[in-house]
């Protein structure tokens, strides 16, 4: 199947799945995970409709920039302090912020390009030593803090990422959990703090995330296949 006929038939299950939380398909957001696959792909994807791609390097980034088409980029991995300021100006939100250190990186870079950024607060749910993000338990306090001490930043929500299941129904507890820290923010606008995204799903769990009630998903293997992992810089 080709990029365009993976990025419908994603959209249609998409759509199923919000449909069974009572929304619809254009409430939740299809992010396309480009990591190790190159512009050309990313440009067929754009062509398809895709608005929003997601890169878990800054290097890839950087390598790619200008060679893709206008998208909003996101960065969805793990960012370190030291190479935040080499994307702050290129993407329209980072996903992955799991520290008030990274935070006030983040807040520092971006006034020194007289901007706000856009950022999600990590959770990692089931609390898997592999993974990065804070516990539940963190959360509240996480979000008190960047508010109160990071002008240049607005959270826009949280990002989760769920165990890999080999039935992805066993995920939903992770998701509901970060769902109902959600909720306590979602729809009220306090200072620095709207929350507009939860950030949950990916290909193997993106219809149960939907269902426990996420609204923006990050698919790559769904859309352009399998990567090559062995070209990946050590």
Known sequence: MSIKSNIEYIQEL????AEKSGRSGSDVLLVAVTKLHGADEINEAIDAGITDIGENKVQEIMDKYEKVKPVRWHLIGHLQTNKVKYIIDKVSMIHSVDSLKLAREIDKRAAQHNLTMDILVQV??????????????ETDQLILDIANQCPNIRI?????????????????????????????????????????????????????AIEEGSNLIRVGTAIFGYRDYRSEEK
């Open 14 to 17: 998409k759509t199923a799945a």
């Open 124 to 137: 990692n749910s089931a609390e898997e030593e592999s993974k990065f993000g804070i516990t539940t338990e």
């Open 156 to 208: 826009r929500g949280l990002m989760c990422i769920a165990p890999y299941e080999e039935d992805p129904n066993d995920a939903r507890a992770y998701f509901s959990e970060v769902k109902q820290i959600y909720d306590k923010y979602a729809g009220s606008q306090e200072g620095r703090i709207d929350f507009q995204y939860l950030s949950m799903g990916m290909t193997n769990d993106f219809e149960v």
